[in-house]
């Protein structure tokens, strides 16, 4: 595992080259400066894979660039796979991980969300009804975003039931980094669209904020109650709220529930 606190220094603070916010920030940023090379007549990350709705699993994913379109999707999922690999065994050798352990759960972590990602992609499952003539499909479900499900459910069960698994995948299962990381990507990304739609990011700032307003000032108090007055659920005894990401629930298993104790709505 990652234990930045013993390689903290005297003043209480973890060193730069340890620091797992420091890293997600060099990564993302470098990331993001390679995608800028389209600008430059470059594209330096168009062979990174792309997973695509698919009817036929031999064209489910390939490469994300049109300039790479000569590339077959395995060498695409092979080099996007190192890359990552590489990237992250770089920080996670700085900030003290186990190398041997961290490359081998990156591996079975990587392969599963890939797996579950190209399942949920099915056009079955994830065709919108634009598409559905396109791919020659009289149907779909058209859950577009299935693959992220999937993908916590696995997590879930191998937290819960193979515990072992889970142990052995935390040394890799790094979701506040990896997160962190996309973070950097995405702000980095918007910072420079925003540049030329000021109109724009007003308005998504101000929606943004009604957004927030509404969730959590009428939608949560309003289940809460419902939940607690009429279906009488209580607070011991549940798991926390499943978390989104296969990363996240790889973490560590869900403990036990314990008795259910019933708690009085007011105190």
Known sequence: MIHQDTNASVSGKVPMLKNEDWWAVWLGLFIFLLGLGPIFGSDLLGWVVKVNTWT???????????????????TSLFLTYLF??????????A?????????TGFTVIFAITILCVIIGDNAYIAASPDKQAKLGIGWSLGLGEMGFIIA???????????????????EAAKPE???????????AAVGIKTLGA??????????????VVEAYLIYWPVV?????????????GLHPWPPVSLFAVFRRPLPPAGPSVPVPLCR
């Open 152 to 170: 916590m459910i696995v997590g879930l069960i191998i937290g819960n039931f193979f515990p072992g698994v889970a142990k052995y995948l935390e």
């Open 198 to 211: 000021v109109g724009l990011a007003t308005t998504v700032i101000v929606r943004g904020l009604c957004a």
């Open 177 to 187: 980094w990896f997160i962190k990381t996309g973070i950097v990507i995405l702000g």
């Open 95 to 103: 900030m003290g991980a186990n190398i041997k352990r961290f490359a």
């Open 84 to 93: 990552l690999l590489v990237l992250t065994t770089i920080g996670a050798k």
């Open 56 to 74: 036929d699993i031999s064209k489910s994913f390939g490469p994300l660039s049109k300039a790479y379109k000569g590339m077959s999707g395995f």
């Open 224 to 236: 809460y109650f419902i939940a607690r007055k009429y279906f009488k659920f209580t607070l011991n």
